[in-house]
């Protein structure tokens, strides 16, 4: 039965037509997220906040230290001092741990923080998605600004310039207009510099060595293509023109960009990752576990996926996990998280931060990834 219920919560991310309908929701998904988490947390971890045991990267269950953070975490950055900062879709603020997991401070980010993103001068960068803006944060969690960035921003990365591109989930309609599915690009001082067409829905953002951008267009649920109306990923050149649309699976949810150019998609609704070639080119697809909902890549090429799934902590494939793919695809090994996996990244230790949205806590895999997180241009991160 729970299994049902967060299948159908699962499109949380789902832009919402009104206030009224957004309040509805949000009720909804308050009880979904953490009444029945919270009933369910001692059938599932064994009555404990947190797991502890050895760690390993040859396919073996391993987990890590577990720490607190806010309400419904759903996305994760790692800054140059090795600090996690976390945005916490419910409780509306951002949460920033120590590399050794201690809580430095919660700050205030906007209504629905759903991503973040961290400059090379160490400020931090949040989508708000209620209030339809982008909050930036001084490294110490100050509040600097606010910027408008369209409808119902959902992911975020910073180019090597500088510059902040958002995507607009909006209101399912293509188009350069606000209220419609676009990019926004903003300069470093938050000033808009452009608004870009790029597919239905857009849901994450990637940027290669080249400057091009790479946006996963979840689409309007329907038939996997080309077409603008359904789920594919759209290729943007640094000026923000249109090079390709490529099919890359069923509701593209999250993307990365490995060593070589070539890009790693999530598809939420097909259970697997499809891998592009620069050019677009589909180069294979490989099962990842049960609603694979983030992705990172580490300094070795191997892909990091955290798997949602039915919200029951575990291994089994169907089971809320993180796993690893060889640069081949091949599966490499599958982790116990925490329970709803939704965000990932990979600090300069090896060590593999996942947020968890269904226990709102992070969970840490100790130094079973090789290097930092792998980012083709400076600085900045991505969902």
């Known amino acids: 039965m729970f299994k049902s219920i967060f299948k159908t919560s699962a499109l949380k991310n789902r832009p919402l037509k009104n206030n009224a309908r957004k309040f509805s929701v949000l009720i909804a998904l308050l009880f979904i997220f953490a009444v029945i988490p919270f009933a369910l947390s001692g059938f599932r971890n064994g009555g404990s906040s947190s797991n502890s045991s050895s760690s390993s990267s040859s396919g073996s269950p391993s987990s890590g230290p577990t720490y607190a953070v806010g309400f419904a975490p759903s996305a994760i950055a790692i800054d140059a001092s090795g600090n996690v900062w976390v945005a916490n879709k419910f409780s509306n603020n951002v949460t920033e741990l120590s590399p050794s997991g201690a809580t430095i401070g919660t700050y205030a980010a906007g209504s629905w923080p759903d991503a973040i993103a961290i400059d090379a001068s160490g400020n931090v960068w949040v989508t708000n998605q209620f209030s339809n803006n982008v909050t930036e944060l001084s490294p110490s969690g100050a509040l600097l600004h ?7 921003p959902l992911a975020i990365a910073i180019d ?17 207009a606000t209220e419609d599915s676009n990019v926004t690009e903003l300069s470093p ?28 267009n979840f689409g309007n649920g329907g038939i996997v293509g ?28 999250a993307i990365a960009i490995d060593a070589s150019g070539n890009v790693w998609v999530t598809n939420k609704f097909s259970n697997n990752v499809t891998e592009l070639s620069p050019s677009g ?22 892909v990091w996926v955290a798997n949602v799934g039915n919200g029951t902590v575990g291994t089994a494939p169907e089971d809320s996990n993180v796993t690893e793919l060889s640069p081949s695809g091949a599966t490499i090994g599958t982790y116990v998280a925490g329970t709803e996996p939704d965000a990932i990244a990979i600090d300069a230790s090896g060590n593999v931060w996942v947020a968890n949205s269904g226990s709102n806590s992070v969970t840490k895999l100790v130094s079973v990834a090789k290097g930092p997180q792998y980012f083709p241009y400076s600085g900045p991160q991505h969902p």
Do not use: E
């Open 226 to 253: 080309t077409a603008h109306g359904d789920s594919n990923v759209t290729k943007l050149s640094p000026s923000g023109a249109t090079i390709g649309t490529y099919v890359a699976g069923s509701n593209p949810l």
């Open 146 to 152: 606010t910027y408008a960035a369209g409808t119902n």
């Open 160 to 176: 090597a310039s500088g510059n902040v591109w958002v995507t607009n989930y909006g209101n399912g309609t293509v188009g350069a």
């Open 281 to 302: 080119a589909t180069i294979g697809t490989y099962a990842a576990g049960s609603w694979p909902d983030a992705i990172a890549i580490d300094a070795s090429g191997n």
């Open 189 to 216: 001082s938050g000033a808009l510099l452009h608004t870009y067409a790029a597919g239905i829905n857009p849901q994450a953002i990637a940027i290669d060595a080249s400057g091009n951008v790479w946006v996963a």
